[in-house]
């Protein structure tokens, strides 16, 4: 009966260090998944293609929102923007029903500076039907960015979320 649990004791053993020498480690994994994370992040910077996934808009007055389902898409020096507003306007199109954050444009003053942490700071300038905006992505490493936007003729807005590859159209 000794030598039984001997035996089933040294096999557990062997096992568990089978299985440690094996595997990886949770912060091994966590550590490869955020350098794929980071590499992605700066190969999408690079290619000029990326999308910007908007979880939660934060206006000038009042509290921050969940948002689902809306978007920033810059490819080259053309940008698609599909953001809600909720702010101060000075000047609107009369009878105009729409966001004034939905449109697409040329973008114009693009410029690409490293800020802290190892954060990628892009700027650039566009114009919509009546107005003229200039957008700040503040991208981490990982992916995760903010934008703000400043308007001339609405109040500052700002939009936290991530950078991700464009999604393809379903068609």
Do not use: C
């Amino acid at each position: 009966m000794k030598k039984l649990v001997i035996i089933v004791l040294l096999i557990a053993m062997g096992i568990t260090v089978f299985a440690k020498e094996s595997g990886k480690s949770r912060k091994e994994r966590r550590a490869e998944r955020e350098a794929a994370l980071v590499e992605q992040t700066q190969n999408l910077i690079e290619s000029n293609n990326w999308q910007f996934e908007a979880t939660r808009m934060l206006p000038a007055r009042g509290g921050s929102r969940s948002i689902t389902n809306y978007r920033v898409i810059f490819k080259q020096d053309m940008m698609e923007s599909y953001l809600p507003f909720m702010g101060r306007a000075y000047s609107i199109d009369y009878g105009s029903n729409q966001s004034p954050m939905i449109f697409d444009s040329d973008v114009e003053n693009y410029t690409v500076e490293e800020g802290r942490n190892g954060s990628t700071i892009i700027k650039f300038r566009v114009k919509n039907k009546s107005d003229r905006m200039d957008f700040s992505f503040n991208i981490s490493p990982n992916g995760s960015a903010s934008l703000s936007v400043n308007s001339t003729n609405r109040g500052n807005i700002s939009y936290h979320g991530n950078i991700v590859e464009i999604e393809k159209v379903k068609s």
